[in-house]
């Protein structure tokens, strides 16, 4: 069996949710375990926040308007969304529903709010928390990645405070002191939640009925 078909035998996907304030390195650490299990997609999420001079519509986000994003809240087409320094971010529940009932896992990178809506609403996903090793260091961090004035740095440091506050209710919790540490604990921490006997109901009953 190679690396792809790892798990396979389970019918119903895996939900991630992985929360951590900006300068925790959660954007690097998602990417390198995204490359490591083919069967694990990330969620894009809709935003109305403009794109970045690297981002890509459909990959990174799917930018739309405030109208627009409006509309799909009425129709009922999000399984959460918040707002976030001004913009509107959403979860899409079709893509989401689609994904876990052909067997993928999904990796949502969404923040407090939204992951405590998900594991309200959707029981049985496994909720991340990735730390920084320290204040001093996300200080540092947030410094190296340029700020708009010191009010502005001040805001960005107290926020990130809070959404940390928010970390006692996550499942796991990945303290980012080196970074292939904490990737090959969230490693772990995947594979474990898909070793989980529940997740193995189906097979083992056709293997246990002989019919493999
Ligand atoms: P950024 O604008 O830097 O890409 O993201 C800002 C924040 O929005 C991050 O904390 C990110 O985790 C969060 N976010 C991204 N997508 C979603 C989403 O679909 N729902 C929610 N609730 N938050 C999101």
Known sequence: MNKTDR??????????????????????????????????????SYTT?????????????????????????????????????????????????????????????IEPKGARAIKKNYPGGAFIFIMP????????????RGFESRENLLMRISQARDM?????WYDYVIFNDDLNEAVDCFRSVYIAEKSRRVRWEDRVGRVLKNRT
Request: with cysteine.
């Open 133 to 144: 090793p320290s204040m001093d260091e996300l200080e540092r961090r947030l410094i190296g």
């Open 164 to 168: 940390m506050g928010e970390y006692y």
């Open 7 to 44: 798990f396979h035998g389970q019918q119903e996907g895996l939900y991630l949710v992985v929360s951590a304030p900006s300068g925790a390195g959660k954007t690097t650490i998602c990417k390198r375990i995204l490359s490591l299990f083919p069967n694990l997609t990330y969620s894009v």
């Open 49 to 109: 926040r403009p794109p970045r001079p690297e981002e890509v519509d459909g990959r990174d986000y799917h930018f739309i308007s405030r109208q627009a994003f409006e509309d799909r809240i009425a129709g009922g087409g999000f399984a959460e969304w918040s707002e976030n320094y001004g913009y509107f971010y959403g979860t899409s529940l079709d893509a989401m529903k689609e994904h876990l009932q052909h067997g993928c896992d999904l990796m949502l990178d």
